[in-house]
Antibody, heavy 119, light 106 residues
Framework: QVQLVESGGGVVQPGRSLRLSCVAS????????MHWVRQAPGKGLEWVAV????????YYANSVTGRFTISRDDSKNTLYLQMNSLSAEDTAVYYC????????????WGQGTLVTVAS | DIQMTQSPSTLSASIGDRVTITCRAS??????LAWYQQKPGKAPNLLIY???NLESGVPSRLSGSGSGTEFTLTITSLQPDDFATYYC?????????FGQGTKVEI
């Protein structure tokens, strides 16, 4: 069965960097686009970024453009989110999600990893 | 960016009630709309895609309708498992955007 397991969250000081990982199993990772979506404590869902199945297309939310970078390593079945210049507004649970097809909806989500930006 | 506006923000209902949640897009998204259910501490769960298609395993008391800019999620005969927060999301174009959520409570 499809499994997505995020890791790398924790407490980080403002201005610092953090890299999140999402290990995928149960499907052919290299065939699917992948997303990051976040949710601040007590708030709604915010889409963050997407990477195409072959890594050539990447799109970002305006709020993270220039600071976050999405990438993938198909040899490790792993999705990454490099987050730089973090601020308190980036505090959230970060979910990775598998895309069912190009441009289509996410059909599986991980359980999330919490990032807390605080001094 | 396409703005998604959900209403109401909170909905008080009872077991057996029929409830309707509305989602409005700031521009046409054709039918590229999904509905999710989320319970506290859990990841969102996809309910409906392409505005009206029920995801596998989702009970038939849930249904979606609409196209263009106006969409609705309807739950007939509300059950205890339905008390949760619901989000709409457009996937017509990047950046994808979500509605602010509707909490269905007793």
């Amino acid at each position: 069965q499809v499994q997505l397991v995020e890791s790398g969250g924790g407490v980080v000081q403002p201005g610092r960097s953090l890299r999140l990982s999402c290990v995928a199993s149960g499907f052919t990772f290299e065939n699917y686009g992948m997303h990051w979506v976040r949710q601040a404590p007590g708030k709604g869902l915010e889409w963050v970024a997407v990477i195409s199945y072959d890594g050539t297309d990447k799109y970002y939310a305006n709020s993270v453009t220039g600071r976050f970078t999405i990438s993938r390593d198909d040899s490790k079945n792993t999705l990454y989110l490099q987050m730089n210049s973090l601020s308190a507004e980036d505090t959230a649970v970060y979910y990775c999600a598998k895309q069912i097809a190009v441009g289509d909806r996410p059909d599986y989500w991980g359980q999330g990893t919490l990032v807390t930006v605080a001094s | 960016d396409i703005q998604m506006t959900q209403s109401p923000s909170t909905l008080s209902a009872s077991i057996g009630d029929r409830v309707t949640i509305t989602c409005r897009a700031s521009q046409s998204i054709n039918n590229w709309l999904a509905w999710y259910q989320q319970k506290p501490g859990k990841a969102p769960n996809l309910l409906i895609y392409e505005a009206s298609n029920l995801e596998s395993g989702v009970p038939s008391r849930l249904s979606g309708s609409g196209s263009g800019t106006e969409f609705t999620l309807t739950i007939t005969s509300l059950q205890p498992d339905d008390f949760a927060t619901y989000y709409c999301q457009q996937y017509n174009s990047y950046p994808w955007t979500f509605g602010q959520g509707t909490k269905v409570e007793i």
